[in-house]
């Protein structure tokens, strides 16, 4: 891996030569590994989604972005809309680090509506002369025109007493007529913490501390990234990456996580009560999710399709990582069920269907081919011990999916899915289900996987980076048979 210098992280994109990074923005566009429906960087690293909302009858999405390689490094915001999120239209740079306050990065926050106007609230980043971090929470307005004017200065000058200055990512919301803001911070003993801000007397030029969030964690990780808080059916839900979680068993397997705690929150005490942590997503490359409400009253969840410190293929190729598919949330038997957005299915095209038995002789469907599909596989009727699945297989290359009938487990063996990021060793992720496996819908992009077990009840995120020639899919049990329904789509977005 090229080794950056501080420097070559932190130079400004309007400082670089127009040459420079049009034969960059060439060179990823010759990636055999760039997706086809999925929101992902023009050049460089993308990273967490932000900013997302429906606003006057159009969706706004942006993420965080260092253009310059796959790298992190002096951050923007690159902001796309849709009509649908289905296709969406780049628009640029949104939000730039220009100020004195982001003068080392326009961090996380979010979008919102406040008097008929589209605002965002976001950390600024900025480094002193001792390379110091001074942390603050900016707020910038978008103009009729599209243009983005920022407040002379920060919001929320600084972290309370107490904490240290990761106090990032800002998520603002509405209850009751007062407008909150949620955001992730570190105590002074590096314990992960949620404090919650409220606009003074509801004027966004002052936000005052309320204080910290009581959970029951007391120490669950040394900081707590990219806070969501919700209420869906009558239920008090918070999302948050925490850091530093060791590994239990089947559970917090990735370098870092992502999940969630539903119960009742209390404004006034500020106390949480509520269930137990748990991942929103049982892959390999899934983190800083964040929602919105959708044009239809739905609560909609978009998450960043990689993870920080990991070294991906396509890092040399000076571009690195994607967006989710959208996913609508619902609680369902007190957990979070994500199913993929129903608007997606624009995008099928040529639909296979077949219907039979699958044995322990693995069986190749034809002419079940391709790089980019959803697959919708049906169990409808089960006496295998083990059922196995293989997409995008090649002489060389398969990405298996197991499912064990006894144990109601899932994994996902990315051992054979071509190129690996050069740094990680566990190649194999599983999750048990509430309920035996009746149906997987699968979306299949150039270089990802998305799983949805069970109309939403588990979802496996991951990055896969096989041959081009690696089209195949096949299927086989370990011992009885498996009575199956294939109903596959072909998926064109823009390419």
Known sequence: MTEWSREERYRRLEDVDQSQLETLKQQVETSMY????????????????????????????????????????????????SKDLVTFEPH??????????DSHGVYSGSAFEWEGQLYYMYTGNHRDESWNRVASQMLAKVEEDGTVKKLDKPVIAHQ???????????????????????????????LGRLLLYKAENNQLEEWA?????????????????????????????????????????????????????IGNLDLETLQFNHGEFIELDNGFDFY??????????????????????????????????????????????GKLHQRPLKALEKLRQNK????????????????????????????????????????????????????????????????????LPDNVEDLTRNTTLDTPLKQLQIFVDTSSIEIFCNDGER?????IFPDDIST??????ESGQVYLQFTKYELKGED
């Open 34 to 81: 760039r997706q086809t429906f999925h929101i992902q960087p023009e050049t460089g690293l993308l990273n967490d989604p932000n900013g997302l909302i429906y606003f006057k009858g159009k969706y706004y999405v942006s993420h965080q972005w260092f253009p310059l390689g796959a790298v992190h490094g002096l951050k923007y915001w690159f902001n796309y809309t």
């Open 92 to 101: 640029g740079v949104i939000l730039k680090p220009d100020t004195l306050y």
């Open 160 to 190: 309370p007493k107490g904490y240290t200055s990761h106090f990032r990512d800002p998520k603002v919301f509405q209850k009751d007529g007062q407008y909150y803001a949620i955001i992730g911070a570190q105590n002074n003993e590096e």
């Open 352 to 419: 296979e269907t077949a219907l039979g038995y699958a044995n322990k002789f693995p069986t190749t469907l034809r002419p079940y081919e391709g790089k980019q599909y959803e697959l919708i596989i049906d169990i409808l009727d089960n006496e295998a011990s083990e059922l196995y699945f293989e997409l995008r297989t090649s002489k060389l290359n398969s990405t298996l999916i197991t499912y064990n009938s006894k144990q109601q487990t899932i994994t996902l063996d990315r051992s054979e899915s071509g190129l």
């Open 288 to 333: 800083a999710p964040q929602t919105f409400i959708d044009e239809h009253g739905k609560r909609i969840l978009i998450g960043w399709m990689g993870l920080p410190e990991i070294n991906y293929p396509t890092d040399s190729e000076g571009w690195a990582h994607c967006l989710t598919i959208p996913r609508e949330l619902t609680i369902e038997e």
């Open 459 to 463: 979802v496996l995120t991951s990055r």
């Open 209 to 261: 501390l309320v204080g910290e969030l009581k959970t029951e964690l007391e120490a669950f990780g040394f900081m707590w990234e990219c806070p969501d808080y919700f209420e869906l059916d009558n239920k008090d839900v918070i999302l948050f990456s925490p850091q530093g979680i060791e590994a239990q068993g089947d559970q917090f397997r990735n370098i870092y996580q992502s999940g969630y705690l």
């Open 472 to 477: 195949g899919i096949k299927t086989s049990t």
